[in-house]
């Protein structure tokens, strides 16, 4: 594919896509597009490859991200609604992942998680008795009784960071505490509720499901603990992976897609939900070696980075990623359908979490899906200033607090509410959309969107005190492809009307006739907006 895009033939496999889509039933879902209307689709044998023009992204950044990711080597993908849109180096080549390994064998825990063998908050030694232990001094301490399966996939377990038979230093739950031991002893209990080789649970389930071979992607054995645990072999989640950038990809894009890999459920949506998102038991936890993992208990989800506090200045909140030594990355922003994957050597000696060095790799990524711009685009942007939902079955019910806006039909079951903060609105107003995140689809249908006509609180609202709203001025159908990523809808005649008298700017309300929907709130890490073009 050489060092730049891939254009060669993008037209001719766009076209063959489609029809591959058609004999096999790609779904391709209205809602789900990119600026010049792909449609979302998965990869088969090969990845459809498009254009930057086509993909509406600036080739110039993109070429400015491989650039800086050349500084240490290597390969890369950058996907988008799942096109191939940039490529650098040799997609074939398997570079050894690191600690992007425990992103990936996290998977497992979703999965055990579905087949009901484990719950996330579960003791650990409810399943495996022998967890924390060698070495016999932890006995000492009382801990390992109390560490839980969320402990081990946070960092917060209490463990030395070392992937053998660690002491744990911290009271389980007490600190964030980067350990490739805590996450082995992860990988120990499921091998063990399982019952089989975590490889060959994984490719069964996942690995082959999504397109990844045995060439591109192997597991080594363990290398700190004996070659079997109960006569099963052994996998690390502290490291052990090799894979290639199109392995990488695919496992992004199935995250992307919310769990699901063209239609069939692989991983449980709202374990993905729990994984991408700061883990709120670390809120406020002090961090062990605060000097090389800056705010990481701000910014740490199910063994997943993500940028949940913000600290990325101008990437989105809701990005996610893996990352290992020789920044092996694997990169997912719901909000801008994007999947980034890149190894190779690192952009620095060691190994940090120092979110700094990211920067000049994601922003011109950003930015190329932007308009140039970083953060949301030219134009206004008109964050949410409330927002809660009424329930049918609880009408004194009020929600506000909640992380999500649930929308539900028919007859009125949930309606959502959203108002907006309109003092930025001056001047003429061309375009307005309402950007609204998925975060779960339990029934597909068609979103309404009405004007509220009258004033309303979210600590206040319920079913028996909600505003009166008008007629439907924008709809849209929403599909289970649409989860983990933003939608829009046209509102623009709403905000001219704002505009002109901003006094009668009370938001809108959203309903469905046979939807059940949740999109994320302004306390979620993708919070309504309504983007303003002047």
């Known amino acids: 594919m050489g060092d730049s895009c891939r254009r060669a033939g ?16 790609i779904p391709f879902a209205a809602s789900a ?13 090969s990845w459809a490859t498009a254009t930057p023009t086509e993909a509406a992204m600036d080739e110039s950044l993109l070429a400015q991200a491989r650039d800086y990711a050349l500084t240490g080597g290597g390969s890369g993908f950058i996907v988008r609604s799942g096109w191939l849109v940039y490529t650098w180096g040799n997609p074939d080549t398997v570079y050894d992942l690191k600690s992007s390994t425990k992103s990936i064998g996290v998977t497992a825990l979703g999965l055990a998680v579905h087949d009901g063998v484990v719950a996330v908050d579960d003791v650990a030694q409810g399943h495996l008795p022998t967890v924390g ?11 390992p009784a109390d560490i839980t399966l969320r402990q081990l996939a946070t960092h917060s377990a209490g463990f030395d960071k070392t992937g053998g038979y660690i002491a744990l230093l911290f009271q389980p739950g007490s600190t964030w505490a980067y350990s490739d031991g805590g996450a082995n002893w992860l990988a120990d209990v499921l091998t063990v509720r399982f019952g089989r080789d975590l490889r060959t649970l994984m490719f069964q389930r996942v690995f082959t499901p999504i397109g990844i071979t045995g060439a591109d992607l192997t597991w080594r054995k363990h290398l700190y603990r004996e070659a079997t645990i109960e006569g099963i072999t052994r996998r690390e989640f502290g490291a052990g992976i090799r894979a290639n950038v199109d392995a990488m990809a695919r496992l992004g894009y199935l995250y992307l897609r919310g769990g699901t890999w063209n239609g069939q459920p692989l991983v449980p949506q709202t374990f993905i939900e729990q994984v991408r998102r700061p883990d709120p038991s ?11 993992h800056p705010a990481a208990s701000s910014h740490y989800g199910l063994l997943w980075w993500n940028n949940g506090d913000g600290t990325l200045s101008g990437i989105p909140k809701d990005a996610f990623w893996s990352w290992g030594l020789r920044d092996s990355l694997i990169v997912v922003i719901p909000s801008l359908d994007i999947v980034v994957a890149r190894a190779g050597a690192g952009w620095r000696t060691g190994w940090n ?3 700094t060095v990211l920067q000049p790799f994601l922003e011109p990524i950003v930015r190329s899906a932007n308009g140039g711009t970083i953060g949301p685009g030219s134009g206004t942007v008109l964050a949410a200033s409330g927002d809660t939902f009424s329930i049918k079955a609880s009408p004194d019910a009020t929600v506000g607090s909640k992380t999500f806006v649930r929308v539900h039909g028919p007859n009125e079951k949930a309606i959502g509410f959203v108002q907006f903060d309109v003092a930025g609105l001056s001047g003429g107003v061309t375009a307005a959309t309402l950007e609204l995140f998925v975060r779960e689809v ?3 249908g068609t979103l309404e969107v009405h004007p509220v006509n009258a004033a309303w609180r979210e600590a206040s609202l319920s079913y028996n005190n909600k505003p009166p709203y008008g007629a439907t001025i924008a709809s ?15 509102v623009t005649t ?17 309903t469905s006739p046979g939807m059940h929907v949740r999109f994320d709130s302004r306390e979620g890490a993708n919070p309504p907006a309504i983007k303003v073009t002047p």
């Open 494 to 510: 709403l905000v001219q009307q704002w505009t002109a008298a901003p006094s009668g700017a009370f938001g809108v309300a959203l």
């Open 282 to 292: 670390l809120a406020g936890r002090p961090v062990h070696n605060a000097a090389a």
């Open 10 to 25: 993008a037209r001719a496999k766009r076209l063959i896509a489609l029809c591959v889509s058609a004999l096999v039933g």
């Open 476 to 490: 849209l159908a929403v599909t289970a492809n649409d989860v983990g990523r933003t939608i829009s809808l046209d």
């Open 442 to 444: 339990r029934a597909v």
């Open 133 to 143: 232990v060698p070495p016999e001094s932890n006995i000492d301490t009382g801990w």
């Open 353 to 355: 979490s120092k979110y």
């Open 33 to 45: 597009q990119v600026a010049d209307g792909l449609p979302v689709v998965f990869p088969g044998q």
